[in-house]
Every structure is written in structure tokens, then in C-alpha cells.
């Protein structure tokens, strides 16, 4: 599990990159990138974590994301037969002084927004998703018209809610990008057994004490948070391959029942054995 930093290329003849269902529903891809990035996913029920927000989505979901928010694949662990878009369009798109002009003052206040993440619904989650998925197949200069109708379309919605995600460290140099690619790494080979902070912390050459700061702050999240949410991630991929509750506790690294259905009720809002029956097991 790695904060990967996303490399991300505008489309030949365009200014931003479509991606059509990726499939991704296997990987844990926690990232980030500069670019603002809008995702639409239909006919699955999966995890909505942005930052340092984390709930359920059910049957679909839509999300405005603004740029450098670390964020996991909306498709990770769904085992349905989904539809995914992804836009992503770098946010020097709105530098350009013809974009100041007063006809795209809602939108200009929409990415404004969305620096913190947008999750909408209704009947604005609807339209725009039905938008999405005919982009990829209209010419150059008709598909940037049709975002343009999206933001509209958005920027005027108020059926959203926001997620107030934050951005990674502005500081986020090499020597700190290497750190932590080796403490997630750490995390991917250790998460069944017990980890012990003082351990990963001489990993990353600091004291406890500098380590729990440090993590913080280019995560905008606790060690012990991290490891719980990442732990049942895992546990959820085994409920939905067939593990009773007891299995997925121990196996994805708990050390009780009772701590176990109590963090799994934190991440998601729902209980292991609910999870489990509402996804077909029982």
C-alpha cells in the first residue's frame, strides 16, 4: 500500500484524460495528483475515502476531487459488474484569463469547492453520470462543450455535500516521499500481525514521537488510523470472498471481536456480519 503520486496525460487533441472502468477493483491504489478529477461509478457499492473522509456508497456514486487530495479507487473490492468514468484535467486549465470571465463565475466558485472534495446525489448524480459515459464518444470540440455543461450542471446543484479532504504536504520533498513509500510498504507485508509504532517509526529513521507528527501530517491521518482502515479494507475483501466474521477479524489483523466490530463500525457504519449478509454471504 504505497501514497503513490499519480502521472497523469491530457488526451491526444485535448486538455483532459478519460478513463472508461479501469478495473481496479483489485488494487488498494491510495494516490494522489495535481489535477482535479471528477469520478462517476455505477452498479456497485463500494468505499468512498477522500483524505481523511471514509463512508459507503451504495449502487452508484459521483465525485469532484480537487488536486493533491490522496484518495483510494472507488472500485476497490467490488466484485459487481460496474461501470466507471474518470475526467481528470489539470487545474492550470482555470489560469487562463479567458476562464475569469463573469459567465464562469459558478464554475470558477465549484472548483473552489471541490479543492476539498464534492460528493453528489439525487438527481444531479443521475444526469451527470448519464453525461460522463457518452464523452469519450463525441469529437474533441464537442467533448470539452459537454464538461463544460457538467461543471454547470454541478456548480448550480445543491445536492451535495462536502468532504473536506485536505491536501498532502506542500513540503513533500524526496527524501519524505521515500519514507513513506517505505512505511506503506511496510504496512502492505505486516498488516496481519501486530505492529508495534516504535518499530516502523526506526524504520523511518525518527523517533516515535517525530514519526506520529510526521505520518499526520502527509497523511492527515493517525498511524493507528491508518493501519485500522487499511486492516479492514482487507477484511471486507474477505467477507466478500466467503471468510465468516471470525476469519476476517484475525486474519486482517485484529486481535479481538469486540475491537474489530467496533473499528469496522467506525470505517464503514455497518457492522462485519451486516456487510457480510448484505453482499450475499451468510
Known amino acids: 500500500m504505497k501514497l503513490a503520486r499519480e502521472q497523469i496525460q491530457p488526451d491526444t487533441n485535448s486538455s483532459f484524460h478519460i478513463l472508461l472502468t479501469p478495473h481496479l477493483n483489485d488494487t488498494f491504489f491510495w494516490h494522489y495528483h495535481p489535477e482535479y478529477e471528477i469520478v462517476y461509478i455505477e452498479g456497485a457499492n463500494g468505499t468512498r475515502h477522500v483524505g481523511d473522509h471514509i463512508s459507503r456508497y451504495e449502487g452508484s456514486d ?10 483510494l479507487n472507488f472500485d476497490y473490492g467490488v466484485r459487481t459488474d460496474y461501470r466507471k468514468v474518470v475526467v481528470q484535467l489539470n487545474e492550470s486549465i ?11 463565475s459558478q464554475i470558477a466558485r465549484l472548483f473552489e469547492q471541490a479543492r476539498g472534495g464534492l460528493s453528489f446525489y439525487g438527481q444531479t448524480k443521475q444526469t451527470v453520470g448519464e453525461q460522463l459515459h457518452q464523452l469519450a464518444d463525441l469529437p474533441a470540440f464537442e467533448r470539452i462543450l459537454a464538461l463544460l455543461r457538467i461543471f454547470q450542471t454541478l456548480a448550480q446543484s445543491q445536492e451535495y455535500s462536502s468532504l473536506e479532504g485536505k491536501p498532502v504536504s506542500s513540503a513533500y520533498n524526496l527524501k519524505e516521499e521515500q519514507r513513506l513509500k517505505r512505511t506503506y510498504l511496510f504496512i502492505e507485508e505486516n498488516y496481519g500481525r501486530k ?27 493517525t498511524f493507528t488510523q491508518f493501519v485500522n482502515q487499511y486492516r479492514v479494507n482487507q477484511a471486507q475483501n474477505l467477507l466478500l470472498a466467503g471468510s465468516n466474521v471470525t476469519e476476517a477479524c484475525f486474519a486482517s489483523g485484529f486481535e479481538g471481536l469486540s475491537y474489530f466490530n467496533k473499528i469496522f463500525w467506525r470505517v464503514t457504519g455497518e457492522n462485519p456480519l451486516g456487510f457480510r449478509k448484505k453482499h450475499g454471504r451468510v
Open 62 to 71: 459521483l465525485v469532484f476531487i480537487g488536486p493533491n487530495i490522496p484518495h
Open 94 to 104: 482555470l489560469s487562463n484569463q479567458f476562464w475569469q470571465a463573469p459567465e464562469f
Open 195 to 221: 505492529i508495534d509504532i516504535d518499530e516502523v517509526a526506526a524504520l523511518a529513521n525518527l523517533t516515535k514521537a517525530a514519526f506520529c507528527r510526521y505520518f499526520k501530517r502527509m497523511t492527515g491521518l
